[in-house]
């Protein structure tokens, strides 16, 4: 595998064979769900983490990562979501 450039990469697509919900097989890309479900910037990069982790397990990984690289982005993204939910919360009972 070659060093990823962090533009687009065939790692962030997953062929979806047998939905349960649709006929047919299908292909679907990371970039998309997240956008599609207005992820923000730290739900955003915490999906990706989980996503190549996941992705690394099925052989489809990102060159010279590592699972134990991901779980710490999920991790750390996961805290900076914690931080905003405790923020957003502050700022409810301020304005009661």
Not at 9 to 28: A, C, F, H, M, T
Not at 30 to 40: Q, Y
Not at 41 to 67: D, S, V, Y
Request: overall charge negative.
């Amino acid at each position: 595998m070659s060093e990823s450039s962090g533009t687009n990469n065939d790692y962030w697509l997953l062929n979806i064979d047998e939905p349960k919900r649709i006929p047919g097989s299908y292909q679907v890309e990371c970039e998309d769900i997240i956008e599609a479900m207005n992820m923000s910037f730290q739900e955003g990069e915490a999906f990706k983490a989980i996503w190549r982790k996941c992705g690394q397990r099925l052989g489809n990984g990102k060159p010279g990562n590592t699972a134990l690289r991901d779980a710490e982005k999920v991790m750390h993204f996961g805290q900076r979501m914690v931080a905003i939910e405790r923020r957003n919360l502050r700022g409810q009972h301020e304005n009661i």
